[in-house]
């Protein structure tokens, strides 16, 4: 069975899958376009959801099998080349810790204005001002998964208060409350940081609208790990220009990357990093055991054994 890796981007190393899973037939390509001419015998392909294209999958007559590497594949659905009975898996469960950093590192910098200090230390500027601190503030998690789930964790260990957003949980470890999403302008109303962590669908898109953004505590800070689209992005542009948002961090937009014209480029106020939330140097062995024993699975015909199951 021949299986196609997309290393575009991501620290997976086709020689790991290839020592770890023998009896299959491993093709690597560094980006889509070089594995195009690949793919006409590969039955499964290992890809970030993200980089998989029409292009790509259309080339792909013999596909069975989407080992998507990450945890979100609504992309995966959009695809018009993609058969409905080609087998889906994600990545999911391995990503709270990178995705929980990156949180943390929009929190610390964005309370204690860390773009200023930068700015003096570069102007040879020695100025001090009080320091905000995460101990006694409220962290609003929208969306309730294993990476909310470590999220949490970590926000307690910081002395901050944690609720969540979910229809699906009336528990989970960690938070102090959960709340259903019916009541998410109420949760806003309390959160010095909305942290968006759900997945994108019809239902979710621009879930955080302007009526969530002007319920929050003036001066709140709103953070996207999750999709560009679940954010109303004029309005959160709005609420930042306005003074009702005191900044937010970006790793999704509606367009990624944001157009030139964007104000989101030069607000100070506002961290964009280039939709890294995923990414780790340890990426390879978090998400080996869960591709190994997928392929495993899949190529010995224990369909019913694989994990993460999309469909």
């Known amino acids: 069975m021949s299986v196609l890796i997309l290393e575009d981007g991501i620290h997976i190393v086709a020689d790991d899958v290839r020592r770890t899973c023998p009896a299959l037939s491993i093709l690597a390509a560094p980006n889509a376009a070089s594995a195009v001419p690949l793919a006409r015998d590969a039955e499964i392909l290992v890809a970030l959801a993200h980089d998989v294209s029409d292009e790509l999958v259309a080339a792909m007559p013999r596909l069975r099998y989407v080992c998507s590497l990450t945890?979100?594949?609504?992309?995966?659905?959009?695809?018009?080349?993609?058969?409905?009975?080609?087998?889906?898996?994600?990545?999911?469960?391995?990503?709270?810790?990178?995705?929980?950093?990156?949180?943390?590192?929009?929190?610390?910098?964005?309370?204690?204005?860390?773009?200023?200090?930068?700015?003096?230390?570069?102007?040879?500027?020695?100025?001090?001002?009080?320091?905000?601190?995460?101990?006694?503030?409220?962290?609003?998690?929208?969306?309730?998964?294993?990476?909310?789930?470590?999220?949490?964790?970590?926000?307690?260990?910081?002395?901050?208060?944690?609720?969540?957003?979910?229809?699906?949980?009336?528990?989970?470890?960690?938070?102090?409350?959960?709340?259903?999403?019916?009541?998410?302008?109420?949760?806003?109303?309390l959160a010095d940081f909305l942290i968006v962590l759900v997945p994108l669908s019809e239902r979710t898109r621009h879930m955080i609208d302007d009526g969530v953004l002007s319920a929050m505590k003036r001066g709140g800070v709103v953070i996207n790990l999750a999709r560009g689209p679940v954010v109303d992005e004029k309005a959160l542009i709005k609420r930042l220009q306005d003074g009702t948002l005191g900044g937010a961090g970006l790793d999704v937009f509606e367009e990624e990357p944001p157009p030139d014209q964007s104000p989101l480029w030069d607000m100070p106020n506002v961290i964009i990093t280039p939709r890294i939330g995923g990414m780790s140097d340890v990426f390879s062995k978090q998400i080996l055991p869960i591709v190994t024993h997928n392929l495993t699975c899949f190529a010995e015909g224990r369909a019913a054994d694989m994990i993460n199951i999309v469909r």
């Open 71 to 189: 945890a979100g594949v609504d992309h995966l659905h959009s695809l018009k080349a993609l058969q409905p009975d080609v087998r889906i898996t994600s990545g999911r469960g391995i990503h709270g810790p990178q995705m929980s950093e990156l949180a943390f590192l929009y929190m610390i910098s964005l309370s204690r204005d860390f773009s200023a200090m930068q700015a003096n230390q570069r102007a040879h500027v020695w100025q001090r001002w009080p320091q905000k601190l995460l101990l006694g503030k409220t962290a609003v998690l929208v969306g309730i998964g294993p990476i909310a789930e470590e999220m949490a964790a970590r926000c307690k260990a910081f002395g901050m208060t944690v609720i969540g957003i979910s229809d699906a949980r009336a528990s989970a470890p960690g938070f102090d409350r959960l709340m259903p999403r019916a009541q998410l302008q109420e949760a806003a109303h």
